[in-house]
């Protein structure tokens, strides 16, 4: 399958400061990726849909000030949680699907840790 | 809306007995069904899909699943269990195109020797 490459795996930052996390297709361009965050023990939670070229569009309740997604090119989509607090702290995974490798099915990254002290 | 259910928030099966984990969808049209597993730390990792055809569908690590579209159903089965089966499952679906998956709240499985 398609591969989906996410960076950095853990990051530990200072309240305050912002964090980048990358999400890489690798073998296959994605207009679309998708952000997800995940709780201890609970499910994924859709933050935002990030498109190529444009603007993302962000789920209810994400604040998009804080958590900045750019996505530049066909490859690459960017993550940045800004200012930092520890409510921040979260496993962070993005994913993107490409509608010739596969109908349907999405790709995920490895998913990000970011623990804010 | 579309959405999934997972009545089970653990399972557990001895290693050799075989397994089911639940899911119940709820959608408006053609149902596009996913399963996938995660390890702790990891992203979640392709199992199976049910778009159309067949409604026993195959998919990885001897994994499979049956779409009853009767009782909105796509339950994850496994004839024999291996204590490297023990993760979180989640069931999801998603809309024509490409749109995000939503997903179920995860099922822990858990293998016993």
């Known amino acids: 399958g398609a591969v989906v490459s996410q960076h950095p795996s853990w990051v530990i930052c200072k309240s305050g400061t912002s964090v980048k996390i990358e999400c890489r297709s690798l073998?296959?361009?994605?207009?679309?990726m998708f952000w997800y965050r995940q709780f201890p023990k609970q499910s994924l939670m859709l933050m935002a849909t990030?498109?190529?070229?444009?603007?993302?569009?962000?789920e209810q309740g994400v604040e998009k000030d804080k958590f900045l997604i750019n996505h530049a090119s066909l490859t690459l989509s960017t993550l940045t949680v800004t200012s930092a607090h520890p409510e921040d702290s979260s496993f962070y995974i993005c994913?993107?699907?490409?509608?010739?490798?596969?109908?349907?099915?999405?790709?995920f990254g490895q998913g990000t840790r970011l623990t804010v002290v | 809306a579309q959405s999934v259910a997972q009545p089970e928030d653990q399972v557990n099966v001895a290693e050799g007995n075989p397994l089911t984990v639940k899911c119940t969808y709820s959608?408006?049209?053609?149902?596009?069904l996913f399963w996938y597993v995660q390890y702790p730390n990891r992203g979640l990792q392709f199992l199976l899909k049910?778009?159309?055809?067949?409604?026993l569908v195959k998919g990885s690590y001897g994994f499979e699943a049956e779409f009853n579209k009767s009782q909105t159903s796509f339950h994850l089965k496994k004839p024999s269990a291996l204590v490297s089966d023990s993760a979180l499952y989640f069931c999801?679906?998603?809309?024509?195109?490409?749109?995000?998956?939503?997903f179920g709240k995860g099922t822990r499985l858990s293998v016993i020797a």
């Open positions: 999801a679906v998603r809309g024509i195109g490409n749109t995000p998956l939503v």
């Open positions: 049910y778009i159309t055809g067949d409604n």
């Open positions: 994913s993107a699907s490409d509608a010739v490798v596969g109908f349907g099915e999405a790709f």
């Open positions: 990030s498109n190529e070229g444009s603007k993302a569009t962000y």
């Open positions: 073998d296959f361009q994605a207009t679309t």
């Open positions: 959608v408006s049209g053609n149902p596009y």
